[in-house]
């Protein structure tokens, strides 16, 4: 069923759901292209003005606070250094942690203004913005991104310092000998390094001014390096990869390591392979577990990241939305403007979904007030196109189901009115002395009696079966049973018509058909169609009851899916025209409804209920002159027979010996 309901559904394009969703993004598209409009014209004054600012100044002030916490563990004492930085600037200059909690503020007012919602910049000593940081080489790696004045442990205590000077000051008097100039530069951790002006290391390698106490660690520094040594290694270790020995420039795999701490490296587990035998992979690896350990060894000696805020003296750190007259204009106007598209829109798309709805809600009154609905139109393949057809086949279905009931009605008024007519006339007769209450009188008596109750049993039949209350009491039954049954009763009626009846027994060896039914109603249905075939077969003719199993398995047993009982006669036949309507109530092809030439219309109504409370179905089969061909199908297993909510409850069946010779007609 589902797939069905989905290859019935319109396509996309013709829904009703396709069309809304069409309008929807239309105004939806509409609402943004306005909004996007509003907002590059508010918000162009602001861009310009905060691109305008003075870049110089902003990271100047970074730079200043980035240094500060490259070299103190901690913010306290860093108010000084943020009010000298606003006083320089002429701007206000906040720290706060980055859970927002104040560190320092240039603002001098005992309740300074609210902090914009983000903040200008971080100041990170090892996670460096390097758009606004000068301390980084903005040539190397980017992952690099640890300010260079972060030393932490390798921050060279004053005799270091004073030693390496010494060095440093000698081999500048010895390249000055020899006609090279250079100058001593000190580092942020205190070390101090050659630098030649005219950048040519060459020169000074051909010369013997280098000393090796400039080129080797202090032991400050060698217990640093070794610390951030293990560091690294653990972390190559967790990746399953080889130790590295770091140099003082935290480069590895160099052959100028000194020897002390060769010997040192070799009695670790993992020592570093050579550097041929080094991939790329296990490069890259090392330059990630370095910078790793690097932060981490750093992380206690520089200060914790906290949020700066940059802004104007007033407190703002971004310009503000003007509404002025033009810009409260542009707001309105744009609302104008999509209000009117959203109303346009909707008024179009409601008009048309509303007109088809009205005409039905009028054809549904008129329908309900007893008037002729004419049919609604439909006026395209769609949702409430497919309502309407549906609509106008309800209202057709309706007119039909109100023929039939006006039909019946007459048809249940015609029935009963015979005999209770002759009944009455029959009692007058008496009453007035006009007929003696004999034998002969009380048997006619009797006859209308008992097609009167023919007539009121089978009609209760036919409204239980409606209603859902034709109980059934089913069991396994041989079919060959039944119809012997049936064919017992009906014997002695079909040799008073001069008509052949027979119900052979199954042949081939087969095993006769079981199934799983009641066998009271059963009988009923049969003989219905037996008592119609011997009353439209004339004298000489044939009327042949059997059973086979449908579905049959290999080893010849004639008990299958499906159970078929025929009953075949050589009668009159039935019209082409007059074959879909056999299983009518009340219908008869003789409109007169003259009871010589059939029965009250009820027979084969009823058989087609019995057939489906089992879960079987009925089909009739006719060639006019020749005969007809009655079919019963029925479930043969207990599972595909009705469930046992409709086997419940008193059997109010009527047995094939008192079959009514009207309980089914046909032409």
């Keep these: 069923m589902p797939r069905d309901r989905r290859r019935n559904r319109p396509p996309l394009r013709k829904s009703l759901f396709g069309r809304l969703l069409t309008v929807s993004v239309l105004v939806a598209a509409c609402s943004v292209a306005a909004t996007a409009w509003l907002a590059v014209q508010t918000t162009s004054g602001a861009i310009k003005q905060e691109q305008g600012q003075n870049l110089t100044a902003d990271a100047r002030i970074y730079n200043t606070l980035l240094g500060y916490a490259a070299g103190h563990p901690t913010w306290e004492g860093v108010d000084s250094t943020v009010r000298d930085l606003a006083r320089q600037s002429g701007r206000r200059i906040a720290l706060t942690t980055e859970q927002r909690r104040p560190l320092a503020d240039s603002a001098s007012r005992p309740a300074p203004p609210a902090l914009p919602p983000q903040a200008s910049a971080i100041v990170d000593p090892l996670s460096v913005d390097t758009a606004l940081s000068r301390t980084v080489d903005r040539s190397g790696d980017a992952a690099d991104r640890v300010d260079p004045r972060a030393v932490g442990p390798f921050r060279l205590p004053a005799a270091e310092r004073k030693a390496l000077q010494r060095a440093a000051d000698r081999s500048a008097v010895c390249l000055s000998r020899v006609g090279i100039a250079a100058d001593v530069v000190t580092g942020p951790s205190g070390r101090p390094r050659m630098q030649i002006v005219g950048n040519d290391p060459d020169r000074v390698q051909n010369t013997r001014c280098t000393t090796e106490e400039l080129d080797s660690p202090t032991a400050t520094e060698q217990k640093a390096l070794d610390a951030l040594n293990q560091l690294a290694d653990a972390c190559l270790k967790r990746q399953d990869r080889p130790g590295v020995q770091l140099n003082l420039d935290l480069s590895w795999g160099d052959d100028s390591v000194p020897q002390a701490a060769v010997k040192a490296r070799a009695a670790t587990p993992t020592p570093e392979p050579p550097p041929s035998l080094r991939t790329d992979e296990d490069d890259r690896a090392t330059a990630s577990c ?103 086949d309800m209202a057709d279905h309706r007119a039909r189901l109100e023929a039939q009931r006006k039909d019946m009605v007459s048809d249940v008024a015609h029935e009963l009115r015979t005999p209770l007519s002759n009944i009455r006339g029959w009692l007058e007769a008496a009453q007035d002395g006009l007929a003696e209450p004999d034998p002969a009188f009380i048997a006619s008596l009797h006859t209308e009696a008992v097609q009167l109750q023919h007539i009121i049993d089978d009609l209760q039949d036919l409204a239980a079966a409606d209603a859902g209350a034709l109980r059934l009491h089913p069991e396994q039954v041989r079919v060959e049973d039944v119809l012997a049954q ?15 009846l027979s119900a052979p027994p199954a042949g081939d060896g087969a095993r006769s058909p079981v199934l799983w039914a009641d066998p009271v109603r059963l009988r009923q249905a049969v ?60 219908w008869r092809a003789e409109k007169s409804r003259n009871r010589r030439t059939g029965g009250s219309g009820l027979g084969l109504a009823i058989v087609r209920k019995l057939v489906e409370a089992h879960g079987g179905s009925v089909s009739a ?47």
């Excluded at 049936?486 to 052949?500: I, K, N, R, S, Y």
């Design 290 to 392: 370095v910078d790793t350990a690097r932060r981490e060894q750093l992380s206690s000696y520089v200060a914790s990241p906290a949020l700066l805020f940059i802004g104007d003296e007033d407190g703002t750190t971004v310009p503000g939305f003007d509404l002025s007259p033009a810009n409260t204009a542009k707001i309105a106007g744009a609302a104008a403007l999509v209000l009117a598209l959203t109303v346009g829109a909707t008024m179009l798309a409601g008009s048309r979904l509303a007109r088809p709805l009205h005409a039905l809600t009028g054809a549904a009154q008129r329908m309900r007030d007893g008037e002729d609905s004419e049919p609604v139109l439909v006026t395209g393949d769609n949702e409430i196109g497919r309502l309407a057809a549906a609509f106008n």
């Design 486 to 500: 049936v064919a017992a009763a009906h014997q002695a009626g079909a040799e008073t018509a001069g008509v052949a």
């Design 527 to 586: 003989g219905n169609l037996v008592s119609n075939a011997v009353r439209h077969t004339p004298p000489g003719g044939r009327v042949t009851v059997r059973a086979y199993g449908a579905g049959a398995v290999a080893d010849g047993a004639a008990a299958g899916r499906e159970v078929v009982i025929e009953v075949a006669d050589t009668g009159s036949g039935i019209s082409a025209e007059n074959l879909p309507h056999v299983f009518d109530r009340f």
């Design 621 to 667: 089969a006719s060639v006019e002159g020749q005969g007809s061909v009655f079919t019963l199908r029925l479930p043969a297993n207990a599972a595909d027979a009705p469930g046992p909510a409709s086997a419940e409850g008193p059997t109010s069946a009527v047995g094939p010996a008192d079959e009514s010779p009207g309980a089914a007609d046909r032409a």
